[in-house]
């Protein structure tokens, strides 16, 4: 399948490429970065520049491409954000119309906000208490209307924590610095939760939405299916580095931030089935970074 990866610099897009490509997929990338993993360099609010793409008969689009950090989301950030993470993704589905793709856009759990109750399930109440959440609501119901009202084949991701090669997270934190042996931070007593996946498992999710018809028109929630606190992170890694170093746990000042999905929906209708534990995909990771720290 021919697939164009928005965002394809980044640390979901470089693993997607990779993966993909790996699979026999003819992925391409696209970015207003250069990587190695990028093939067009686009600014996709530039809807001009985005129609461009519609001689390349992609059959599939793979929307990542954010302006992620929620901390920006103030003053010139917010709209910074809104234009990337709004009328960038409106102008995908443009060329998802063009070109009649499947559109899968990756969303994200902070569209949920804080939960009243776990775990979490796709109908629950989209509560998001920042401008990242809120414009990934916005994302979600643009590719929901270009679905109705167009026919676009959308299918919607909802992902947790992913993680491996390339991560730049806390995941991606904790194993640089355990490897050189330098203390690890924890936050808020350790106490706050969320699900993590890794990377290989998230692309079998990837193929199973672009190939499976009943996928069209749903949002799935995305992750392992289970609750894990910052502290035992930190703890699982320094064991699994064999490292040294101190985990330094700074006081809790608020309630715990608790949050991991029921993935049952993408279970029974795309047939997911994670394959790595955390154990397991801690330990894939750490090798990638013994290899390219």
């Known amino acids: 399948m021919k ?3 928005t965002g394809s610099s980044g640390f979901l897009g470089r693993n997607m490429v990779n993966c993909l490509r790996a699979r026999g997929h003819d992925a391409r990338g696209l970015d207003i970065a250069r990587a190695e993993t990028t093939d067009y360099n686009v600014d996709i609010t530039r809807r001009d520049d985005v129609l461009k793409l519609s001689n390349e008969g992609f059959e599939a689009i793979l929307h990542l491409a954010a302006f992620p950090n929620p901390r920006s989301f103030t003053g010139a950030g917010a709209l910074k954000g809104l234009d990337v993470n709004v009328l960038g993704t409106i102008n995908m589905l443009e060329l998802a119309k063009t070109l009649n793709a499947r559109f899968l856009l990756f969303s994200t759990s902070n569209v949920y906000g804080k939960p009243s109750k776990l775990p979490i399930l796709e109908d629950d109440p989209l509560r998001p208490f920042e401008g990242y959440g809120w414009s990934k609501v916005a994302a ?11 026919g676009v084949p959308v299918v919607i991701f909802r992902l947790w924590k992913p993680y491996g090669p390339y991560d730049n997270g806390v995941v991606g934190i904790f194993i640089t610095r355990a490897l050189r042996g330098e203390e690890l931070v924890v936050n808020n007593g350790g106490v706050d939760t969320t699900d993590f996946l ?3 498992d998230l692309c079998d999710a990837v193929e199973l939405a672009l190939r499976r018809e009943e996928a069209v028109g749903q949002v799935f929630n995305i992750g392992l299916g289970v609750e894990t606190s910052i502290l035992d992170l930190a703890k699982a890694v320094v064991k699994l580095t064999g490292s040294n170093s101190n985990i330094k746990v700074q006081p809790q000042t608020t309630d715990p931030f608790r949050s991991y999905p029921d993935i049952s929906k993408a279970m029974r209708i795309l047939g997911f089935r994670p394959k790595y534990d955390l ?3 801690l330990k894939a990771t750490i090798d990638w970074f013994r290899r390219n720290l």
């Open 3 to 5: 697939i164009l990866v």
């Open 140 to 150: 979600e119901a643009a590719s929901m209307s270009y679905h109705v009202t167009h």
């Open 198 to 200: 890794y990377t290989e």
């Open 279 to 281: 154990v397991n995909g």
